[in-house]
T-cell receptor
Framework: DGGITQSPKYLFRKEGQNVTLSCEQN?????MYWYRQDPGQGLRLIYYSQIVNDFQKGDIAEGYSVSREKKESFPLTVTSAQKNPTAFYLCASSMRGQNWVGELFFGEGSRLTVL | KNQVEQSPQSLIILEGKNCTLQ??????????LRWYKQDTGRGPVSLTI?????NTKSNGRYTATLDADTKQSSLHITASQLSDSASYIC????????????FGAGTRLAVHP
């Protein structure tokens, strides 16, 4: 079945360590996104990519990095520079277009906890 | 500042009852409004998408309404089921801003037997 796969589901990190969250989609979507979800807040955009080998910073990109070497894959690295990384991370994908009213599909999320 | 406010923050209802969740927004210019359902520890799943010209849209027992003049939307759940227990998120998209969705904090609904 088509969809978005995120891994791992749960991840624990010691302070000072970098970790990479995986996101793979088989929906043939051009655009992919990473969001962060914290309790009591709306989702916030970390990075997004409209096409292979191109990506843009979102609202809270500091302390994070991404790559888009393949259309299907958009991994997110949480670096040691991110001061408060404990959160629920969601990857999403969509078709792209100027006046976009299409669906935004989400993965099942990855919960990162810093020990 | 573009904002999306949802109310109530949380709600408890008995199985079989109806409920209505509210979403007010200040996003301009406006393109479309979406409602998502998010089960605990899972990713959000789309319920409805409405453009500014649509007043109502249904998806099974879920009916969303939109008043673009007052910038208000509601999600009505009919004959609630235990499986409706989840967070419901209102998302507003500015015109031409598919990468600039603005998410509300959600309403957490608990349906009790």
């Amino acid at each position: 079945d088509g969809g978005i796969t995120q891994s791992p589901k749960y991840l624990f990190r010691k302070e000072g360590q970098n970790v990479t969250l995986s996101c793979e989609q088989n929906l043939n979507h051009d655009a992919m996104y990473w969001y962060r979800q914290d309790p009591g807040q709306g989702l916030r955009l970390i990075y997004y990519s409209q096409i292979v080998n191109d990506f843009q910073k979102g609202d809270i990109a500091e302390g994070y990095s991404v790559s888009r070497e393949k259309k299907e894959s958009f991994p997110l690295t949480v670096t040691s520079a991110q001061k408060n990384p404990t959160a629920f991370y969601l990857c999403a994908s969509s078709m792209r277009g100027q006046n976009w009213v299409g669906e935004l599909f989400f993965g099942e999320g990855s919960r990162l906890t810093v020990l | 500042k573009n904002q999306v406010e949802q109310s109530p923050q949380s709600l408890i209802i008995l199985e079989g009852k109806n409920c209505t969740l509210q979403c007010n927004y200040t996003v301009s210019p406006f393109s479309n409004l979406r409602w998502y359902k998010q089960d605990t520890g899972r990713g959000p799943v789309s319920l409805t998408i409405m453009t500014f010209s649509e007043n109502t849209k249904s998806n099974g027992r879920y009916t969303a309404t939109l008043d673009a003049d007052t910038k208000q939307s509601s999600l009505h759940i009919t004959a609630s089921q235990l499986s409706d227990s989840a967070s419901y998120i209102c998302v507003v998209s500015p015109s031409g801003g598919y990468n600039k969705l603005i998410f509300g904090a959600g309403t957490r609904l608990a349906v009790h037997p």
